[in-house]
């Protein structure tokens, strides 16, 4: 499970992440409003943990934002504005819940089981490209009907690729997709994911590959027939 935590509070984000990392949880970290929506639009996540002070405004904004892009998302706001009138406000928005600080982390633990159990809306499609097919609801790709045993990370990658088929997306953005927003990675590591992607697909198809532009990222295209 991955959960984005949008958290200026560098000591609060510090803690809250080794403590939800110790459980199993995939944590990225974004520490305002502007940084957190490019994690959201590059990113998939289970869950957002969201304070509502930050130096870009006030974090129920993301809320609207999130419907103004049709994605639905589970959201537990972390704030400091305790009254009844502000979780009744954050609540109304659209979180699933909302804890006061301070709180304890196993209490936010709880809460964050509690909310992933709520099923999100699930608009079924697939998306193809060539003789490339992905069924966005299981996450499965396929090449003329039979199925490609993708690794997580490969799978991640073709993914990201197959948003936008032809067009160029930048190591950055994919790197942020696979291994996390804000996680470093070594210059290596996704020249492997993308090599072993290629000899998948080249198994199956040779109508579409892989592209690279040198330095900069890669690219999911149509081979060209003569």
Do not use: W
């Not at 509070?9 to 970290?29: M, S």
């Not at 006030?58 to 994605?71: A, T, V």
């Not at 942020?176 to 804000?182: F, K, M, N, P």
């Amino acid at each position: 499970m991955r959960i984005l935590l949008v958290e200026d509070d560098v000591n609060i984000a510090e803690t809250l992440i080794a403590y939800i990392e110790k459980q199993g949880f995939v944590v990225d970290l974004a520490d305002s409003l502007s940084m957190a929506k490019t994690a959201l639009l590059d990113n998939e996540f289970d869950l957002l943990l969201l304070d509502r002070l930050l130096p870009d405004g006030d974090g129920i904004s993301l809320l609207n934002f999130l419907d103004s892009q049709q994605k639905p998302q589970r959201v537990i706001l972390l704030t400091a504005l305790a009254d009844i009138d502000n979780k009744v406000t954050g609540l109304e928005s659209g979180a699933h819940d909302y804890i006061a600080k301070p709180f304890e982390p196993r209490e936010l633990l709880a809460r964050i089981r509690n909310v992933l159990r709520h099923p999100l809306p699930i608009n079924h499609e697939i998306k193809t490209f060539g003789p490339l097919s992905f069924d966005v609801e299981s996450r499965c790709f396929q090449v003329n009907g039979a199925t490609l045993g993708l690794r997580r990370t490969e799978a991640l990658v073709l993914e990201a690729l197959m948003s936008r088929p032809g067009t160029l997306i930048t190591r950055e953005a994919l790197e942020s997709r696979v291994y996390g927003y804000d996680k470093l990675v070594s210059s290596n590591t996704l020249e492997s994911q993308i090599s072993r992607l290629r000899k998948h697909l080249g198994e199956y198809t040779d109508k579409i590959k892989i592209q690279t532009v040198r330095g900069i990222g890669y690219s999911l295209i149509e081979t060209k027939t003569t």
